[in-house]
């Protein structure tokens, strides 16, 4: 029940990060390589102040990921609502980490895998004319590639012995390489309530939510997290919808509700057979 707990509240946090990057870079409060660079740097230096970790070897990797997985997510936000970029994100995630389940030795049973081929479908479902806005190609493809950088950060963290430690380390390391990513376009204009938001994103919802998403990763495994990050889409379309204005069909609502029960599959435990 813990682990549940801890899962859902990450969960929400993820979602978030979603609603903020859109409201604050799809709104045009501020742009979006600011927002990814302030994202970073606060989110790092919460978790500095907690730990006053040195950053290692060990987070050269996960630090990159976490780059690529900040730039294209934000740039992304552009164009894309909130829940279809979260769709767009969790269903690359979902493939890159059962992928990675797989290749890692991991056998999830059959019923995960049936359960995120139901998740799956309803993701599809909801990109289906008349359920949601169908993404443009290249914002879709920038969300498309934040979701392979983040399923590998996902990855790179199922051995992590201290989640708070190594998740500060990877935004340390991150923060020069946002930097660099910065200069060819300069900060451009941002007001007030984009910085806030970017930083709300930056400590809050990335920085404390990265860490605790480092501290579950061990109970739940590659294939059950990468199945359980399919319930953020479905979250970021009724938050959306209720605080961004974004409308959803009734059609949206069920393909909805189709990708929490591929969850519920994929995720709850089974049954034990009576003797």
């Known amino acids: ?39 970073v740097v606060t989110g790092g230096a919460v978790l500095w102040a907690m ?19 900040l730039l294209g997510f934000s740039l992304a936000y552009r164009a894309l609502d909130a829940g279809v970029g979260a769709l767009i994100l969790f269903a690359g995630v979902q493939v890159t980490m059962l992928a990675g389940a797989v290749l890692g030795g991991e056998k999830p049973p059959a019923r995960r895998f049936a359960g995120a081929g139901v998740a799956l479908v309803g993701l599809a479902a909801l990109l289906l004319p008349g359920t949601a806005a169908v993404p443009a ?4 493809l920038l969300m498309a590639a934040a979701a392979l950088s ?23 390391l991150a923060v020069p390489l946002v930097v660099l990513a910065c200069l060819p376009v300069g900060w451009g204009e941002a007001s007030v309530q984009g910085v806030l938001l970017a930083a709300v994103s930056g400590a809050v919802t990335s920085g404390l939510g990265y860490a605790l998403w480092y501290a579950v990763l061990p ?28 409308r959803l069909s009734p059609a949206a609502w069920m393909a909805s509700a189709l990708v929490l029960a591929g969850v519920a599959l994929a995720t709850l435990p089974a049954r034990r057979r009576s003797r």
């Open 137 to 140: 190609l290249t914002p879709a």
């Open 1 to 39: 029940m813990r682990l549940a707990l801890l899962t859902a509240l990450v969960m929400m946090a993820f979602a978030a990060n979603s609603l903020l990057n859109r409201a604050a870079v799809g709104a045009g409060h501020i742009e979006a390589l600011p927002f990814a660079l302030i994202r």
């Open 51 to 69: 730990t006053r970790v040195r950053p290692g070897r060990e987070n050269l990797l996960p630090a990159l990921w976490l780059t690529l997985y």
């Open 219 to 246: 109970g739940l495994g590659a294939a059950r997290a990468a199945v359980a990050q399919l319930s953020v889409p479905v979250i970021a379309l009724g938050a959306g919808a209720m605080t961004l204005g974004e």
């Open 150 to 172: 983040w399923g590998l950060y996902s990855l790179a963290g199922r051995g992590a012995r201290e989640p708070l430690r190594a998740t500060a380390g990877n935004f340390l």
